[in-house]
């Protein structure tokens, strides 16, 4: 793979280590600076040519023709517009990379034709605000320039989808779940596998749809939907037990039918006992 | 669709200050923008048009203070040469505007611009030295 990176300080650096680690790429380096040119060339061993990536001369003598990469990495936004559509358009280069500083240039700079753009401001103010989320139930991270959404929530007992298997919950069309992460377990979601709190989903969706997922994620379960959670939890652990050991039931009925009304009266209190006959 | 009846300028240098003060006498809508205010010193006092200060290459600063989507025509004459393709790009295929007049000091820039619809490139270093071997032309004659 032809690899041309334009312009850039550290980043350059940075940059060139990337792709240097595997030796099928050929690296070609082109800086307007002489001394970040000197430190490329001394620091990181490669041909560095110095002259504006703006240019075609500049990018004609450094044989950019039919690279299969081209990454412009200046401070100024347009020097790396104009460096990436004369790569793009005049030389033929497959994909461009596009670093800006506004993040109002993200969508324009896509629109007249580089394939790829990265602003740096945007990438930090995500991570300040992901950080900032820490701890929280539902947070959510930004994906493609703000369209899609990777939403990143833990259930709660009070939540109506809680205890019921996926197929029931009428999950929106909208939205899809990635996969389930239960302590250290990843679970795939399939319709029957039954959502329990402390469960965090991962759910991509896109921008515009992210309030009405919250919302639905968050309903909470009826008072009714809660007991008959709980009692339907009871009389299930009572027919494993039963099943277990059919032949104690006749030997010792007293035994069992104790502990089964203590569930039952159990029941009728609200969330608290709840995981335990579960368990 | 909104109306376009507006002449912007931007980048208000020697150039760009002419083009404003013509535009204006002859009682068009012109809007001016440039980065720094110092800059409209070189427009006439008999100037009408409504000045703007700020960074051209800001999105949001055309679509709400310079009333771009109402612009007709739009003069580009900034002293970067990079800048100036960006605007005439934007201008031309995003903001659609039916006449955009740009100025270029490096006629390589032509391989960019050609072809993008409703586009027309002006190069001073082309013209000057156009200019300069008439002149000699007729010194000879």
Not at chain 1, 242 to 267: C, F, H, I, S, V
């Amino acid at each position: 793979m032809i690899v041309v990176i334009a312009n850039g300080n550290l980043e350059a650096a940075y940059v060139i280590d990337s792709f240097k680690e595997d030796r099928h790429n050929k690296i070609i380096v082109i800086n307007s600076d002489r001394t970040i040119a000197d430190y490329l060339r001394n620091h990181k061993h490669v041909d560095v040519y110095v002259g504006s990536p703006w240019r075609s001369y500049a990018l004609e003598e450094a044989g950019v023709y039919d690279a299969d990469l081209f990454v412009s990495l200046s401070d100024n936004d347009t020097d790396n517009y104009v460096s990436c559509i004369l790569a793009k358009k005049v030389f033929n280069v497959r994909k461009c990379i596009c670093l800006v500083k506004n993040p109002d240039n993200v969508e324009i700079y896509k629109q007249l034709g580089i394939d790829s753009v990265i602003s740096s401001t945007y990438l930090l103010a995500q991570n300040i605000k992901t950080e900032s989320l820490e701890g929280r139930l539902i947070r959510s991270m930004n994906l493609d320039s703000n369209k899609i959404v990777m939403v990143e929530a833990t259930l709660l007992s009070r939540y109506r989808i809680c205890n019921k298997p996926i197929m029931e919950i009428g999950f929106p069309s909208y939205a899809n779940i990635a996969y389930i992460m239960r302590g250290e377990e990843f679970i795939i979601p399939k319709g029957n596998v039954i959502l329990k709190p402390r469960d965090t989903l991962v759910i991509a969706c896109s921008k515009r749809d992210e309030k009405e997922l919250t919302k639905y994620l968050t309903q909470r379960a009826s008072a009714k939907d809660l007991q008959k959670n709980i009692a339907s939890q009871i009389e299930k652990s009572l027919s494993k037990i039963k099943e277990k050991d059919p032949q104690e039931e006749g030997n010792k009925p007293l035994e069992k039918e104790a502990p089964a009304e203590e569930m039952k009266k159990e029941a009728t209190k609200p969330s608290k006992n709840k995981k335990k006959p579960a368990k | 669709m909104a109306l376009r009846n507006k002449k912007l300028i931007i980048g208000i240098g020697r150039v760009g200050a002419i083009i404003a003060d013509r535009a204006s006498s002859r009682g068009e809508n012109v809007i001016v923008l440039d980065h720094k205010e110092s800059a409209f010193r070189r427009l006439d006092e008999t100037f009408t048009g409504f000045k703007v200060v700020g960074e051209a290459t800001d999105i949001n600063l055309l679509k709400q203070d310079c009333y771009i989507d109402s612009v007709e025509e739009v003069v580009i004459s900034t002293g970067d040469d990079n800048t100036n393709l960006f605007l005439a790009h934007l201008c031309a295929m995003i903001f659609k505007i039916p006449k955009v007049y740009v100025r270029f000091d490096d006629p390589d820039k032509d391989i960019l611009i050609n072809g993008v619809a409703n586009v027309k490139a002006i190069y001073p270093t082309d013209l000057t030295a156009n200019k300069f071997f008439s002149i000699e032309a007729e010194g000879d004659k």
